[in-house]
Every structure is written in structure tokens, then in C-alpha cells.
């Protein structure tokens, strides 16, 4: 058998392999996650168009020809969230600013020892509270949604905009470097299934910010008093102490820096794509420290 002859510029090998690479980088990233599981019902439904066009079953060729048509449409809104929030990682990657959250060692303690006293208070007086540290991603359309504040993170403040009385208690507050930016501000609240009944709308909400933006939020409960941090994604209960959340906190947001200026797109990618893993009973479950 002969084949006809095949000239191959340095180009034409150039863009194989990057081909190769980018297509093998995607299937890593999606390995274990949601995603890979929908690439194989759609694999699937292929096959299955191939064997009825290869039988001649017009009628079942043109069924799951139209399913195919409406998974690739139905598969940008279902992960919508995912999406945004990979391109705004992407963008950042890209184009890194300047960080909203002064890099200075004594600016993030004082911040983190404010806000672990204000939680401690809140939680010993069974005042519900949710408060949102914005950090690379912007959370101006969130500070657009409520009232702005515009003042200086003391705990003094802070009590005063969750006080039951308060015009501004229900909500969120938004800190922005070092100064709150508006308060009662709407959040999306994450579709993630909570096994625990002790979480409601705020661990909810909690947990969309930092499903959708690289944000940290703090949680107080109203009706339990308890504490949590929730941060991409994922919600850690913390004992009632200013000093122990002070530490976590602190640790999340050094940590976070750093990892941000280590990572690269793919880390960006892959930090995504592990939001949308689900168990094998098919429910996302939520962390919880014991």
C-alpha cells in the first residue's frame, strides 16, 4: 500500500504536539470531576448514534441526535458558575494586579485579630453574621447590592452593623483591604447539598462567594452561635475563641497569597475543575472540621 507523500514543516510538528499536550492537560484536569463524567454520557450517546445510522433506525438516530444537540447547550448553563469563575481565574493568571489585601504581616494580623473578636462576641450573643473578605477576585457587583459603608474593620463597627436592630444586620458585610465597603449586601447562595442541619441561608451564601469568587467568608450562626470560614468552597467550623479564628483566618489569606503567586493557569484550571467532584452516591458533600 502506498502513500502519497506528506511534507511536514517544523510548524506543522509544532502544532500537533501542542495540540497533543493541550488535549491531554484538559483530560487531567477533568479526571474525577463532574465534567468527565458528562464527556462519557456524551461519548456514549455518539456510539449510539453511530450504531443506529450503521442499522439504518432513522428514528433513533434522529432522538439522540437531538439530545446531543441540546447537551451542547445545556452544558454551558449547567456549569455557568464554573465557567465564569475559571475565566476570572484565567484573567488574573494573565493579567495579575495589585492585591486588594495589603501584603503588609501587620495590616492582615490587625484585620484577622478584629474580626476573631467580633466573631467570638457575635457567637456568645447568638447574633448571626456573615462577613466577606474580598481578596484578588473584585466583589464590586456584591458592594453594588448593598448599602455602602466606606469605614475603618473595628470590632466596635462591626457589632454595630449586626446588631438585631440595625437597618443593616441582614446581610452581608464586604471588607475590602482594610476598611468595610458596604454592608446587607446580597450573596449567591451554592446549590451544594449541607447533610448538616444546623447550616441554613448564611453557610449557604457563605458558600457561594467562595464557590464563585476566590473570596474568604466568615459565619456566625444565629441559632447555634457557631463559627465557621468558609474558602473555595468549602466550610470549616472553628471553636469560639478570637485568638483560634484570628489564626485561621490569617492562615488562609497568608496562604492563599502565596499559593496565588505560585500557581500557574493550569493550577488555576484544575483548582476549578476539583469544585465540581462529587462523590460516587452523586451528592456534593461539605468538609467540616470534627
Known amino acids: 500500500m502506498k502513500f502519497p507523500h506528506i511534507a511536514l514543516a517544523w510548524t506543522d510538528i509544532a502544532d500537533i504536539i501542542l495540540t497533543a499536550y493541550f488535549v491531554y492537560a484538559v483530560l487531567l484536569l477533568i479526571r474525577g470531576t463532574r465534567a468527565m463524567q458528562i464527556l462519557q454520557g456524551l461519548a456514549l450517546l455518539l456510539v449510539l ?12 438516530f434522529s432522538l439522540l441526535n437531538a439530545l446531543l444537540i441540546v447537551s451542547g447547550v445545556a452544558i454551558p448553563v449547567v456549569f455557568q458558575p464554573e465557567l465564569r469563575r475559571a475565566l476570572a481565574q484565567l484573567g488574573r ?12 504581616r501587620e495590616s492582615v494580623d490587625r484585620l484577622c485579630a478584629v474580626l476573631g473578636t467580633a466573631a467570638a462576641v457575635l457567637s456568645r450573643s447568638a447574633i448571626g453574621a456573615i462577613i466577606v473578605i474580598e481578596r484578588n477576585a473584585a466583589l464590586d457587583d456584591y458592594i453594588e447590592s448593598g448599602s455602602k459603608v466606606d469605614a475603618l474593620v473595628t470590632a466596635e463597627m462591626l457589632l454595630s452593623l449586626f446588631a438585631p436592630r440595625s437597618p443593616l444586620h441582614d446581610g452581608a458585610v ?7 465597603a458596604a454592608a ?38 444565629e ?3 457557631a463559627i465557621a470560614i468558609a474558602r473555595d468552597g468549602v ?34 484550571a484544575r483548582t476549578i475543575m476539583s ?16
Open 235 to 268: 466550610l470549616e467550623e472553628q471553636s469560639a475563641n478570637p485568638q483560634t479564628v484570628a489564626a485561621a483566618l490569617n492562615s488562609a489569606l497568608v496562604s492563599s497569597r502565596r499559593a496565588a503567586e505560585r500557581q500557574t493557569i493550569f493550577d488555576y
Open 93 to 104: 493568571a494573565g493579567f495579575q494586579g495589585a492585591p486588594s489585601l495589603s501584603t503588609e
Open 184 to 221: 446587607s449586601c446580597f450573596l449567591p447562595l451554592s446549590e451544594r447539598v449541607l447533610f448538616d442541619r444546623r447550616m441554613g441561608t448564611r453557610h449557604r451564601a457563605g458558600l457561594g462567594i467562595t464557590e464563585q469568587t476566590d473570596a474568604l467568608a466568615l459565619i456566625v450562626s
Open 174 to 180: 464586604i471588607i475590602k483591604g482594610d476598611r468595610i
Open 275 to 290: 469544585r465540581m467532584h462529587v462523590s460516587p452516591n452523586g451528592l456534593d458533600k461539605t468538609k467540616l472540621r470534627p
Open 49 to 60: 448514534r453511530a450504531g443506529a445510522q450503521y442499522f439504518h433506525l432513522w428514528t433513533v
Open 223 to 225: 441559632e447555634t452561635g
